[in-house]
Every structure is written in C-alpha cells, then in structure tokens.
C-alpha cells in the first residue's frame, strides 16, 4: 500500500523541475507537427493516445516493471540492454540514455546508491524497487509526467493553449492509469509497438531543419 510519502517522492521524480531534462525531447512529435499530422488539439489528443496504448508508453511501463522485478545487477543489465535494443531510433535511443542517466545521478546524490546509468524507464523501475514504492502507481505517475511532457513540447509547436493542454492530460489520465495496471504481469517477452507513425516521425527527426527540440 502507497505511503503519502511514497506519493510525495514519485511526485518529485515525476516533477518537471527534477533535472532529467524532459523538456527538451519531443518524441518526434515537432516532426509530426511540422509535417501537418498534427495540426488541432483532437489530432494531438489522438496522436498521445495512441503512444500510451500502442506505443513506447505501454512498452515504458513494461520495462519499469522488468527493471523493479530484477533482483540482481545482471538482471538490470540485461533488462536495460533490451530496453535501448527496443529503442526504434536513434534519437528514441538518446531521450531514453539522457533523461536515464541524469534521473541516476540526481536519485543517487539524494537517495544514496551507485551513480549508474540505465534507460529513463529502467532507472525510475529500479529507483521505485530500492524504495519499495508501488510499482503500479510509480508506472501511472510516470507515464503521466511523459505524456505532460508531451503536451508541454506541443503547446510551443503549435496554436494549444494551456488551458486546452491541460484538458487534454486530465482527459489522458485515465488512459495512463489503465496502462500501467495493464501490464501488470507482463514481460519483457510483451514488448511489441504498432505506433509506427511515432516511431516514423522520431526518424524523420534526426535531420529535421530548423528545429527546436532534440528529439
């Protein structure tokens, strides 16, 4: 059962201002946008949607259970390996090294442990494993904060303002929520994507002129 402080620290490491540097990937979504597959909050709300459900969302919350089950160091390993062999870019592969190893470093320096560097879903799994925290609700918590993340990157992309933003995460929520308890369970052996429009985007990122975002 979740302590008020278990909350309270997911809500932390979920936090905009926890310097794993979210704020400057788009997850291919500043390619979609410049190439009209986005272009009304419905088409984003769409878009996000099916990330959560069919896409790196799902598998993220699959690998942060992996990550939190892993009982020793190979294990993490071996789970972090087939974390970034997922990746299905190069750029997929760098928001998930950057955000993962700055989220390490900072949760070693405050929580204690080794300054190791995992994938980001792989690094919150077993951050959330060392502090006995609910994996279920740590996978809701952190599939929330990338899809606001999201939502954040688009509100700078295109004409989405924040009351609309936010609308369109509380309406998410839910989704982020059924998502997570719905890998419950589930292995490594259940990662699968059928996003293949994001993943496209991510792809057609890596040498997108002018941009604003890394990825």
Not at 50 to 57: A, L, R, V
Not at 81 to 87: E, K, S, V
Not at 174 to 187: F, I, S, V
Request: hydrophobic share 45%; glycine share 6%.
């Amino acid at each position: 059962m979740s302590t008020k402080r278990d909350i309270l620290t997911l809500a932390q490491w979920m936090s905009p201002a926890y310097p794993v540097g979210a704020f400057a990937y788009s997850h291919g979504l500043e390619a979609a946008i410049q190439a009209g597959a986005i272009t009304s909050n419905a088409d984003l709300r769409e878009w996000l949607t099916d990330i959560i459900s069919h896409g790196s969302g799902r598998n993220d919350c699959i690998l942060l259970r992996a990550a939190y089950a892993a009982k020793t160091a190979k294990a993490l390993v071996m789970v972090n390996g087939t974390a970034l062999a997922f990746a299905a870019s190069s750029e997929r592969q760098l928001e998930q090294n950057l955000q993962g190893a700055a989220f390490c470093k900072t949760t070693a320096a405050i929580w204690g442990g080794e300054d190791m560097s995992y994938a980001y879903p792989v690094a919150v799994g077993a951050a959330a494993s060392k502090q006995s925290i609910d994996v279920s609700l740590t996978a809701a918590m952190y599939l929330q904060a990338v899809i606001s993340n999201l939502i954040s990157a688009a509100m700078r992309l295109m004409a989405l303002g924040q009351t609309e933003g936010q609308a369109t995460l509380a309406a998410l929520t839910p989704l982020c929520d059924e998502t997570a308890k719905a890998t419950e369970g589930t292995t490594l052996d259940d990662l699968q994507s059928t996003a293949f429009m994001v993943d496209i985007a991510a792809m057609h990122h890596e040498t997108l002129q002018p941009r604003i975002f890394r990825t």
